[in-house]
Nanobody, 121 residues
Framework: QVQLVESGGGLVQAGGSLTLSCVVSGRIFSMNRMGWYRQAPGKQRELVAGISSGGSTNYADSVKGRFTISRDNAKKTVYLQMKSLKPEDTAVYYC???????????????WGQGTQVTVSS
């Protein structure tokens, strides 16, 4: 069974750093577009950062210059390096991606279970 498994969340003071990891468990043919989303209490889920299969990245304006998304296809892992964290970054962070299970299969969208990031002031 294919799953996205996040780790690396936690409690950090404002100005601190955290790095989230998302590992694809199970056998797949390829990872395509991957991304990180977040959802704060009472708010809609929003895209934080995305990375294409070719390595092109895009970021929400609120995190540009502070967050960096990267991927290691050999390890089937996507990272989100977060620096200069602010209390407004507090949210559950979700990994999301389009995976191809077999060489001839379609792309399927997967979500991780989420990891809590709390930034104290």
């Amino acid at each position: 069974q294919v799953q996205l498994v996040e780790s690396g969340g936690g409690l950090v003071q404002a100005g601190g750093s955290l790095t989230l990891s998302c590992v694809v468990s199970g056998r797949i043919f390829s990872m395509n577009r991957m991304g990180w989303y977040r959802q704060a209490p009472g708010k809609q889920r929003e895209l934080v950062a995305g990375i294409s299969s070719g390595g092109s990245t895009n970021y929400a304006d609120s995190v540009k210059g502070r967050f960096t998304i990267s991927r290691d296809n050999a390890k089937k892992t996507v990272y989100l390096q977060m620096k200069s964290l602010k209390p407004e970054d507090t949210a559950v962070y979700y990994c999301n991606g389009d995976l191809r299970i077999g060489s001839l299969s379609s792309l399927w969208e997967y979500w991780g279970q989420g990891t809590q990031v709390t930034v104290s002031s």
